[in-house]
């Protein structure tokens, strides 16, 4: 192998190694990233499962509140019929 043809392959070597050390970095920096979306993926999955709860919740008390003037209007309309 001749010196030009070493000192090339030598060089290329080196582009390579540089190419490597950028897809390392950019893998780093997707990793950060992908940690960080995470975490506020699931901030906000906490507060729609939160939301949902209270949601649960205030339909609940619609629903006993409607069962309740059901049967408050059941109880009128049989005094009514009597």
Do not use: C, P, W
Not at 42 to 48: A, G, I, V, Y
Not at 57 to 63: I, K, R
């Amino acid at each position: 192998m001749s010196v030009n043809e070493k000192s090339k392959m030598e060089s290329q070597i080196e582009e390579i190694q540089v190419a490597i050390n950028a897809i390392k970095e950019d893998e780093k920096n997707i990793l950060e990233l992908l940690q960080k979306n995470h975490g506020v993926n699931m901030k906000k999955l906490m507060k729609l499962q939160e939301y949902n709860q209270i949601d649960d919740m205030t339909n609940q008390v619609f629903e006993m509140r409607l069962s309740n003037i059901e049967n408050f209007l059941y109880k009128i309309e049989n005094k009514l019929q009597k």
